[in-house]
Structure formats: C-alpha cells, structure tokens
C-alpha cells in the first residue's frame, strides 16, 4: 500500500493524473459547500442567516479566481441576494444567468430525526434543510464554476450567478435579479427540471423545467348582520360559504394540453402502469378523452398536469359559539395552467360559487403569471449531450412544474428561462419543504460534469 501510494502522489506532482485528481477535488469542494451552506439557518425572520450564506458564497468564488468586485452581497430586509458575473470574451453577447436561491423553509429540530441545520452524509445521502431544495445544487454549480476558471476556460458570453434569498417566501430579491438582468440570452435555473430514480435506483428519465403554473390565492368572504343564536336567520354567513365550497371542491376546469406536456405524458408513459401509461397516452393524443381525464385526475402525482387546479386551503367563522355568524372567510389555493390569466380563474369560480353574497379578492403574494419558455434547440441539445454523457440512455423531455421558482421572474421580463437540475431522485427520497430532506450523494460527481457540460456549450 505504501507503494502505491507513492507513485499515485509522484504522478499527481508530475501532473501524469491531473483530470482525475483535479475532479476529485471539485466532487469534495462541492459536497463540502453543500454541507456549509446546510449550517446555515436560511429562514426568513429573526435569525435570518442568508445574508452570512451568501457571504460565505461569496468568499468561496473570490477564494476560486472570481474577482470581488465581481461578486456582490446585498442585504435587502432580513435577507439577502448574490450576483457573480465570469466575464466573457465577447462584452457584446447577451449573458447566460445561472438561477438558485440560497433560502429554505422553516425546518423544527424536534420533528427531524436529524437536526436540520447540522448536515450529515449517513448511508450514502446528505441529509439537511436544503440537501434536496436547493442547497446541494448551488454548491454544485459554484464548484463547477470555480473549477472551469481555474482551468482557463473562457466563456464568450458573461455567465451570471443569480441567487435569490426570498424564493420561498415573497420572492422581492428573485423579482429584483431578474429586472436587473433584463436582455439576458436564457436563465438556467437549477431549481427545477430534475431526474427519476427507480426504487431500485435506475435511472428512468430527466426533465427540462420549460413551464409553470401560475400560483394564485383569493379570498372569499361573506358578512351578515348576525344575531342571536336562539333566532336563526336564512342569511347565514358560514353556511352561504360552506355552500359555494362545495360546489367548488366538485369543479373540474377544462383540461389542458400544451406542447411541454404533450411530451412529457409521450415520454414519461412506457414508464408507468399499464392503466396510468395508457391514459397518458390517451391524453397526449385528445385531451378531450374522458377515461384518460378521469384516471389522470385520480392521480395526484399527475392530476395537477392535466389543467389549472383549485383548491380550499383556510377557512374562519364567527366570533362566538351563541351566536350567529357576523363574518366568514376561505381561501382558495390555485395553480394555473400556463396561458390562462388569474382574473379569468377567479370569475370562472365565482359562477360555480353561485353565491351573490360572497365578497372576491386576489390575495395572491409573489405570483407573476407567465407563459412557457420556448423549447430553444441549442438548451434542449445542450441538456441532451451532458445527460448523455452522465447517464447513458436515459430519456429526456420537457416538463412543467406545478409549483413556483424563480424562473416566472426571469420569464415576466423575457428571459426563457429553463429548469436544468442534474439531481437523480427517487420517489420515495422526495422530502423537499418536508422531514429528513435528503438526496443521494452518488449524484455529486455526475452533476459536476454535466453542469461543466451544459456552461460550456451554452456560454460560447
């Protein structure tokens, strides 16, 4: 052993191993970030340690070959955003932003098995607040970054690291990057897209995030005079309320089919039950088929991907148990099929409510509706040779998200932006904004090379 040992360290002096020990290194560098930036408690409110992540971030790109002029922190209310700019050869070309946020949600120590700010790699995954959503991935793109400077590589388009510190909660500093990065070329974000592990740990296929629906929260409330409870009156707030919910709770929208889903449902469908895949098949072919409709609404995996969704999240009433109720409020959650504009949802539920004396408001917080991003050839071939590289065979098509990232901010101001993260997940390892978040950390070395991959090809 010590012989070996000797001639590896000789032909790592003599520069005879250099590939394989200089990525070694960024593998190490990433996973370690990843573990640093866990550590820190990246919740909005009191103890808000996003500005002290970004900080470190940001000594992490200078220490790497970044200039500090470069790499800028700004504190904005309790948080904060980054913004890292590797200058390209051509000042001309429009830049390439690379996407991320450095916050996460609220996370109790007492309900984690582990605490979720100490990370921990245990049984081949890294587990922490973050280690999934998303901080695993900004470590990745950072020691990418630093490892293709170090290299000498020479984009020809500026590329731009654009980290957000509110993504989870109001989305200001995500709205403020995206309209100061306006005339960018395309926005990689590595906080969407993603891959599938099988429960035996295959790989079964890879997504590009092109699409989101619209996230959108309105209110609905009825007042009435109230009254003593022994004089029960027609006009009851809570039961007119109660009333119109149940009408919604059964309301179907118009399923929906765009090109993105058309193909994720083609490629995604070999891959699932009979029943599920034939029905995807169905849809794909005629969104109007009513057997395919009803077993893809019957999925909630799926349901959410058939069309805009409308749901009761919160419900209040009354103010005393002997009396009539003088007010009572919902709300309700939706996300909107892209395309299709908030204001029309709303009036669409407000005929199925059927209820004059229910008061409508749009409360919706940090929600800009966007159209889909282009399927661009040179981000799809982009995405296809890295994958390829990495992972051999496995499939890869376009997807939408149900939920919000900081891609609608990039896309309100013209910059398509698409979702591109390399990290392989099982079903059952999903634990984003939930307990024991975790992620396989077999995706580190992999995900270097293909993100080294994707900024390469995309930044010439």
């Known amino acids: 052993m010590k012989t070996v040992s000797a001639v590896a360290a000789f032909l790592v002096i003599a520069g005879a191993v250099p590939a394989a020990s200089a990525a070694q290194a960024t593998d190490a560098q990433a996973l370690e970030i990843a573990k640093r930036l866990i550590a820190f408690r990246t919740v909005r409110g009191a103890g808000n340690q996003t500005p002290a992540a970004a900080e470190y971030l940001k000594q992490q790109l200078v220490a790497g070959g970044f200039p500090a002029a470069d790499v800028t922190v ?24 690379v996407s991320g946020h450095i916050d996460v949600v609220e996370a109790k120590p007492a309900d984690w098995q582990r605490d979720p700010f100490t990370p921990v790699v245990e049984n081949g995954y890294l587990y922490g607040r973050g280690a999934t959503d998303m901080k695993l991935d900004m470590a990745l793109v950072v020691a990418t970054v630093i490892d293709m400077k170090r290299a000498g590589f020479k984009p020809r388009r500026d590329i731009v690291l654009a ?13 403020m990057l995206a309209d100061r990065l306006k005339g960018a070329e395309m926005a990689l974000n590595v906080d969407g897209g993603g891959g599938l592990y099988g429960e035996d740990g295959e790989p079964q296929y890879f997504t590009i995030g092109a699409a989101e629906k619209t996230y959108a929260d309105f209110q609905l409330e009825v007042t009435n005079a109230g009254g003593h409870s ?13 009333a119109a919910l149940s009408r919604i709770g059964g309301y179907r929208f118009t399923p929906q089919l765009s090109p993105i889903t058309k193909d994720y449902f083609e490629g995604i469908a070999p891959r699932q039950t009979p029943a599920l895949g034939a029905a995807m098949k169905a849809f794909a072919a005629d969104p109007t088929n009513k057997q ?4 893809l609404a019957g999925s909630t995996a799926y349901v959410g991907q058939i069309g805009t969704t409308c749901v009761s999240t919160m419900v209040s009433g009354g103010h005393a148990l002997n009396a009539l109720p003088q007010r ?3 709300n309700i959650n939706c996300r909107i099929f892209p395309g299709v504009k908030p204001a029309a949802v709303m009036a669409e539920l407000q005929r199925v409510a059927a209820e004059p004396a229910i008061k409508w408001s749009d409360v919706t917080e940090g929600s800009n509706p966007t159209d889909a991003s282009p399927l661009r050839p040179d981000v799809t071939g982009a995405v296809k040779k890295a994958m390829s590289a990495v992972r051999p065979g496995v499939p890869v098509f376009p997807s939408m998200s149900a939920g919000a990232s900081d ?3 990039f896309r309100s101001v013209g910059i398509p932006s698409y979702g591109i993260s390399p990290i392989f997940l099982k079903e059952s390892d999903d634990f984003s904004h939930g307990l024991n978040e975790r992620t396989a950390v077999d995706n580190v070395p992999l995900a270097v090379r293909y993100y080294r991959s994707v900024l390469t090809d995309l930044s010439k």
Not at 163 to 175: I, L
Not at 230 to 242: C, E, F, W
Not at 292 to 295: G, H, L, S, V
């Open 230 to 242: 022994s004089a029960p009156r027609r006009d009851n707030a809570i039961n007119q309320l109660s």
């Open 163 to 175: 980290f957000s510190g509110d993504e989870e909660t109001t989305m200001k500093t995500s709205a």
């Open 407 to 409: 891609s609608m901010w």
């Open 328 to 330: 009572a409020t919902a």
């Open 292 to 295: 395919a409709i009803e077993t």
């Open 74 to 97: 700004e504190p904005v209310d309790d948080t904060a955003l980054l913004t890292a700019r590797w200058r390209g050869t051509d000042p001309k070309a429009p830049a390439l932003v």
